[in-house]
């Protein structure tokens, strides 16, 4: 692929080794609870297909997208659900899957509404985040690596809708985007 | 942990309500069924248990060993809701649990009328019969939690909520109560981090933003719905020898639902140097106190993102 970056941050193995530990410690601490998977998507598109199948579970999985709408009364808009839930989680032990947590808005805004829906719990698990940029005290109860600031795709992760498919994670410099 | 109790008038919906919040919240119900079902029988004989369901006044008798029997329940029904979330209906436990500040007191009631007609066709009974049949009810029930707790159950002030099913659905209650749950865990959570400090309470219900900077930030917030309270606190960092607050700091949000203050400094690197000692200071004296400050930098790349209508 004709991608300029300046590093491999995450090799496919070194993910693949890590979310093979995920799957291991989520089985374990979710052992006999009914637990529903929910994949934010589409950044979690892969990891959410690997850690999934890193789960000796009989878990659920479930889909959401969130969006921005503009508003008429607030330039910033609003934001969203896009593509809501199909399962029902009342009464259901959830774990939001995230491929990068930053300022953890978005994460915040999910974790809250679906907080309103009276799941057993609510839970985070993010493949990377960045401890330096998060503003929101989400709970996050696994995550795969820390990262500092830096531009990173691949692996499910975009640049205007495009490199998700490369299966490693790139670091690459905003000037060449 | 947290309880209901759900005291209601006999063809109220009130059995229907406690049953859809147990499900809907997965907790634990109890009733008074249930509590000479599975818990008396630990310390009452078979006869006593009769007794106990037969007369109020052998709740306050001598159990052996275990005080009266009211005090078994008292105790009993504390430990449980240490360790889980229950609801509990009928048996005066809203009295049992009136100075307990986690605990929510719902009271459900229908008008007389739609009550009879409820009765009617659940039991096919005349309206004179079915008048009787709830007269009695209401009387036994007041009379049960006289005797035992001396006060009258139909004082609306042991109640934080009343709920009238004549025009209520059974899902419109349990919405309502839920709802309310949520903003009471919210309050909780804000007196919990009060208690043990000197920190002084300024919330206001027109938060007045100072700058642009914090105007742009509120409206982040608020595209996330995320709930904010604005300068809620005023925590003293600094005191003199006889003890009067020389310095205090009042991060310029509270994030209420991730219980996380946080402060903008996007003004001049002197007056972030010394906003910095602050914070470390604030930290210092309030371990349990999460703050997040947000730098120049970083708002401006905040406010670049979402300027743009993406999200993150």
């Not at chain 1, 998060?134 to 995550?143: D, K």
């Not at chain 2, 029904?77 to 500040?101: P, R, Y």
């Not at chain 2, 009258?152 to 309310?180: F, G, H, Q, R």
């Not at chain 2, 310095?247 to 219980?259: E, G, H, I, V």
């Amino acid at each position: 692929m004709d991608l300029n970056y300046k590093r491999v941050a995450f090799t496919e193995e070194i993910l693949k080794n890590r979310i093979s530990e995920l799957g291991a410690e989520i089985s374990r601490d979710y052992a006999g609870k009914d637990l529903v998977l929910v994949s934010v998507l589409k950044g979690t598109l892969y990891f959410f297909a690997d850690l999934t199948r890193a789960i000796d579970l009989p878990i659920r999985l479930d889909f959401i997208s969130i969006g921005v709408y503009p508003n008429a009364t607030n330039r910033t808009g609003a934001v969203r659900i896009t593509k809501d839930l199909d399962i029902d989680i009342s009464g259901k032990h959830v774990l939001v899957i995230e491929d990068i947590i930053r300022t953890g808005l978005t994460t915040g805004y999910l974790v809250q509404n679906l907080e309103s829906r009276m799941p057993s719990s609510v839970k985070v698990c993010s493949l990377l985040v960045n401890p330096e940029q998060q503003l929101i005290n989400v709970p996050i109860a696994y995550y795969g690596f820390r990262v500092p600031n830096a531009w990173l795709i691949g692996y499910g992760m975009d640049v205007n809708e495009k490199w998700r498919n490369v299966p490693y994670i790139v670091e690459v410099d905003k000037a060449d985007l | 942990m947290s309880v209901i109790t759900i005291s209601r008038q006999m063809c109220s919906f009130g059995d229907e309500i406690a049953t859809a919040l147990s499900q809907k919240l997965g907790w634990e119900l109890i009733t008074r069924d249930a509590l000479l079902a599975d818990f008396l029988p630990e310390i009452a004989t078979r006869n006593e248990l009769h007794m106990l369901t037969e007369s109020a006044k052998f709740y306050l008798k001598e159990s052996e060993n275990n005080g009266t029997f009211l005090e078994y329940i008292d105790r009993t029904l504390h430990d449980l809701a240490q360790e889980q979330s229950v609801i509990l209906a009928g048996f005066g436990s809203q009295v049992i649990f009136a100075n307990d500040k986690d605990a929510l007191h719902i009271r459900i009631i229908a008008p007389k009328k739609n009550r009879v007609a409820r009765l009617k066709k659940q039991y096919n009974v005349s309206d004179i019969e079915a008048e009787q049949i709830l007269k009695k009810a209401d009387r036994k029930q007041t009379r049960f939690v006289f005797t035992i707790f001396g006060v009258d159950l139909t004082e609306p002030s042991y109640y934080n909520l009343l709920l009238n099913t004549a025009a209520l659905s059974v899902d419109e209650c349990v919405a309502s109560i839920t709802a309310l749950l949520k903003e009471r865990e919210l309050l909780l959570q804000m007196e919990k981090q009060t208690e043990d400090t000197n920190v002084i309470s300024n919330l206001s219900d027109m938060p007045v933003l100072k700058n642009q900077a914090e105007i742009e930030f509120a409206k982040i917030l608020d595209m996330y719905q995320i709930d904010w309270k604005y300068e809620p606190k005023i925590f003293p960092i600094e005191w003199d020898p006889e003890g009067n607050i020389t310095s205090a700091f009042s991060p310029d949000f509270y994030l209420t639902k991730f219980d996380t203050y946080i402060e903008l400094t996007t003004m001049n690197q002197k007056y972030v140097t010394e906003k910095n000692k602050k914070v470390k200071k604030l930290r210092e004296l309030y371990p349990g106190i999460n703050v997040k400050v947000v730098y120049k930098k970083d708002y401006h790349s905040l406010i670049e993102r979402f300027n743009v209508n993406k999200g993150e």
